[in-house]
């Protein structure tokens, strides 16, 4: 994984995404734990793996490398 850039606020804003705050266990949790089912449809699959994706971006930014 490339160098993310640091994080804009008033960018995230503009999309409409809000500030979520975890315990970097609790990040690197999620960055690794999939708990969908077999037949779990595409959009839960897309939406686990873009949670997974960001919380290990977040773990990335805080140099804590998931
Ligand atoms: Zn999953």
Redesign the pocket.
């Known amino acids: 994984m490339t160098d993310p850039e640091p994080t804009d606020a008033q960018a995230e804003a503009a999309r409409g995404h809000i500030a979520l705050w975890l315990d970097p266990e609790d990040a690197r949790w999620l960055a690794r734990?999939?708990?969908?089912p077999d037949d779990?449809a595409e959009e839960?699959?897309d939406r686990?793996?873009r949670l997974?994706f960001r919380a290990s971006v977040a773990l990335h930014r805080s140099g804590l490398h998931g």
Do not use: P
């Not at 734990?33 to 969908?36: M, S, T």
């Open positions: 734990h999939c708990c969908c779990a839960t699959h686990c793996l997974r």
